[in-house]
């Protein structure tokens, strides 16, 4: 089930571009850009978000970054800004053609 889920997103590939295509989507999202024009080292957090991702499908890779409080109990989220992140990764689902009960699934593990 899970085997199939990271399948039906199109494997690493397919997870890559869904990524690349989520932080593509907070940069131009007036709500939270500059929350991620601050980070130094973006091909690190992608390969993060990937990694999470990836483990949050059953599959390896093993996610080597800090805890989801760790990250960002700092930063002071909003829960408008919250949303207007999660409307970023819908938007970048749809754009990436994901069926409905792939993008349940997903926001789920997120
Ligand atoms: C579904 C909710 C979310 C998930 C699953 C998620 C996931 C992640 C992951 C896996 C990382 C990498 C952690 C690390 O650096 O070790 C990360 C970093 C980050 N997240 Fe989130 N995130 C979420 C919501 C948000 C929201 C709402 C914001 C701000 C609007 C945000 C802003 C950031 C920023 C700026 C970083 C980079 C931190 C740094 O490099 O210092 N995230 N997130």
Do not use: C, W
């Amino acid at each position: 089930m899970t085997v199939a889920l990271h399948q039906r997103l199109g494997g690493a590939e397919g997870i890559a571009r869904l990524v690349d295509d989520v932080i593509a989507a907070h940069l131009a999202n007036p709500l939270v850009k500059t929350r991620f024009e601050k980070i130094k080292d973006m091909a690190h957090t992608k390969q993060l978000v990937r990694e999470f991702l990836t483990a949050g499908l059953g599959s390896p890779p093993t996610y080597t970054g800090k805890g989801m409080l760790g990250a960002h109990k700092s930063a002071n989220v909003s829960e408008q800004e919250f949303l207007a992140a999660i409307d970023d990764i819908v938007g970048a689902m749809n754009k990436n053609g994901i069926d409905e009960d792939s993008k349940q699934d997903i926001l789920a593990i997120l």
